[in-house]
């Protein structure tokens, strides 16, 4: 695909980051597989979950699972029209503020990774009351503002 494409485009947290199965990475892929399903002789994998761009050069990234269609819509318009795609690269949190949402450590004493975790989803766990599992990924340090990151 890399080869027949003038730009690529990786799409969620598989794609972006290993996704979930990457966990196991550094662990025994045995033991874990021998944890999961009753025949694991049966399973063929890899031992690590690595992002596509770790591979191949990529010219953009949208994380998240699953992704969010304006920023989706975001890098179609910017490739359509020959700029580069503009995506914040503040944490979760501004946008759960931003949304009035009340903070779920704070008030309910649950656990959260809004803080660490890059924008996009529009705070879509904690406003249905359930804390940032970070399936956007590191928010790159920038907690209240910062420049594209998607575009490599
Ligand atoms: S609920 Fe989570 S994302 Fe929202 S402000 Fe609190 S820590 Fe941040
Ligand atoms: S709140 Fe966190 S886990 Fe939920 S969709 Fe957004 S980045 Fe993913």
Not at 55 to 71: I, S, T, Y
Not at 115 to 135: K, V, W
């Amino acid at each position: 695909m890399r080869e027949s494409s003038r730009v690529l485009v990786t799409i969620g947290a598989c794609a972006a980051s290993g996704g979930v199965q990457a966990l196991r990475n550094g662990r025994d892929l045995g033991a874990v597989a021998g944890a999961v399903y009753p025949r694991p002789e049966l399973l063929a994998a890899l031992a690590t979950s690595t992002p596509i761009a770790a591979h191949v050069p990529v010219d953009a990234e949208l994380r998240g699972c699953p992704v969010d269609k304006r920023q989706l819509l975001e890098v179609l318009t910017a490739f359509l029209a020959g700029r580069r795609p503009q995506i914040r690269a503040h944490a979760v949190c501004l946008e759960c503020k931003q949304r009035g949402i009340v903070c779920l450590p704070v008030a309910r004493g649950l656990p959260c990774m809004g803080p660490i975790t890059h924008a996009g989803c529009g705070a879509l766990c904690p406003s249905y009351g359930r804390g940032c599992f970070g399936c956007y990924g590191p928010s790159d340090g920038a907690p209240a503002g910062g420049t594209s990151w998607i575009y490599r």
